[in-house]
């Protein structure tokens, strides 16, 4: 029983004392062959008694158990996948019409107003140009898309909260949503390495775009946080690594168990302080 | 009456039952904590009860496969000192929930039997005794599979459900060539066919031969 054997164990990938990651890997490890597996936790430290490791193996194999024989059909996660992909098409599609409202805007009053101004100046025209019933009908869609969206966005956070409290209070919904709809469901999120999160739709043009401006593509979602985009650029790196770090485990938490943990949350709190504390908030 | 006898026959209510030490979970008839092992609902116990050692005594380490709802599995459980129950279906997984809430030495794995390989990063090797009650196609090649996990000196209780094999051939020759297959790494000590409630099924103890 060479000591490669000990890296298939269920206790061995896992953060210490971590009942969440080592469910995990005894739904997801693998090994050739069986081992003194309780020996071995005791040799490599991993527990000090036969009795604490079966007790710990109790605890972790009876929560895989119930969380694999509950995880038949319910699927809300993926559907508010699909609610936030919509909501970010929404905003897409309503930038493009609001600049193109305003170039049309811009020429046919030959004015540089905004939008309700030169609005205002073509209703008050006694002249209605056969263009004007368009460029109004243009703002109305304008209008409705974004009560739309509107809509969309207040499903949506009272949707999170009950699909993954935890990662809902730290991220805030829409950002939650996002990153449940990047990794494609709440399951895959809870499986990814906290790395993987940080950079979680770094790859993803869209949001680059949303937020108005480029982003350099080692940044995830992660960066819209504000723990992030207020912290001094100098520390961004660390608050992006402590937040996905948190976020990683919320979303594991809510996968496993779906209740709501307050203690992780001021965990991030008191951690994005120590952070910010060694170099001032931008 | 044996005192402290991790199972013994016990008088109760007029009716002599075969007995395990622990919490009720199916509604059994229980006297002073001990519970009826029901022979109709089980076919480990329904062996037990016909005299032949099964190779589950106080402390053995078993590995289940085929846990189902825990009917059996609670009994071994009072038993044994640690049960590693494998089932496969989400739906009895969920009963076997309840039953290892209860009893704190079953290992609940949602796996597949036919897989062991899923499941050798947490069930521990060397184990006293390996019972396996699948009832569904190819139940002696899981056998074999699962040997992996027996300690040399450990024993086998092996029920072949023979419908589930194929539904034509007559029983008689379905438990004729599993017996042949088994012995290419297991030796026979007993088989036994049963009856009643559980037509159509033979049991078998057996040992692992070395490997070669
Ligand atoms: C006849 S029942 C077992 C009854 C149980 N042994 C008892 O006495 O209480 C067979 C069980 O094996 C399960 N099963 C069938 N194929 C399996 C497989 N490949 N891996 C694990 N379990 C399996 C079925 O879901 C079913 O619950």
Redesign the pocket.
């Known amino acids: 029983m060479g000591h490669e054997c000990i890296e298939n164990a269920w206790f061995c990938q896992t953060i210490p004392e971590n009942t969440l990651s080592e469910s995990l890997e005894i739904e997801e490890g693998s090994c050739i062959s069986p081992h003194p597996w309780p020996s071995m936790a005791i040799e490599c430290g991993y527990v000090s008694t036969t009795e604490e490791y079966y007790s710990r193996l109790y605890d972790s194999a009876f929560q895989a158990a119930q969380k694999s024989a509950s995880d038949l059909t319910q699927t809300p996660d993926r559907q508010i996948s699909h609610a936030i992909r919509t909501m970010d098409d929404y905003s897409r599609i309503e930038n493009e019409l609001t600049v193109r409202l305003s170039e049309w805007l811009g020429d046919y009053t030959g004015l540089s107003l905004d939008i309700p101004n030169s609005l205002e100046t073509i209703s008050i025209q006694s002249h209605h140009s056969r263009f004007h019933a368009h460029i109004f009908s243009l703002h109305n869609q304008l209008n409705s898309l974004s009560i739309e969206r509107e809509k969309l966005a207040l499903f949506i956070e009272s949707e999170m909260s009950h699909i993954a409290p935890n990662l809902t209070q730290m991220a805030g919904p829409l950002l939650a949503a996002r990153l449940i709809s990047i990794a494609g469901s709440l399951e895959k999120l809870a499986k990814k390495p906290s790395g993987t999160l940080q950079v979680l739709g770094a790859e993803n043009a869209l949001f680059a775009h949303l937020r108005g401006r480029a982003t350099s593509p080692k940044h995830g979602v992660i960066y819209t946080h504000e723990y992030i985009s207020k912290t001094h650029p100098r520390l961004r790196g660390n608050a992006a690594r402590a937040l996905s770090g948190k976020l990683s485990i919320a979303a594991r938490v809510d996968y496993y168990s779906g209740t709501l943990n307050p203690e992780l949350h001021s965990d991030l709190l008191k951690k994005m302080d120590q952070i910010r504390s060694r170099g001032g908030n931008k | 009456m044996t005192l402290f006898a991790d199972y013994q026959y016990l008088n109760i209510r007029g009716k002599t039952h075969l007995v395990t030490k622990g919490p009720p979970v199916y509604g059994e008839s229980t006297k002073n904590g001990w519970r009826a092992w029901d022979p109709s609902r ?3 116990g329904s062996v037990i009860t016909q005299d032949i050692d099964v190779g589950l005594s106080k402390n053995v380490k078993v590995l289940y ?9 609670s009994h071994v459980a009072d038993v044994a000192s640690i049960v590693y129950a ?4 989400p739906q ?1 997984m969920r009963d076997l929930l309840n039953v290892a809430r209860s009893r704190t030495n079953i290992i609940p794995l949602l ?4 897989r062991p390989e899923t499941y050798s990063h947490v069930v521990e090797s060397n184990l006293d005794l390996l019972i396996q ?4 196609r190819g139940q002696v090649k ?1 056998a074999l599979e699962n040997k992996r996990f027996l300690s040399p000196t450990g024993k086998l209780f092996l029920v072949i ?1 023979a419908r589930s094999e194929n539904v034509v051939t007559h029983p008689d020759l379905i438990f004729k060539s599993s017996i042949e297959d088994l012995s290419q790494e297991y030796a026979i000590l007993k088989t036994k066919k049963l009856t009643s409630h559980h037509k159509d099924h033979l049991a078998i103890v057996a040992e692992p031969l070395p490997y070669k």
């Open positions: 089980s076919k480990l496969l085929g846990a189902a709802n825990g009917t059996t599995v494998v089932e496969f279906s009895p796996k597949d039997a036919r009650d699948v009832a569904t899981i459900k």
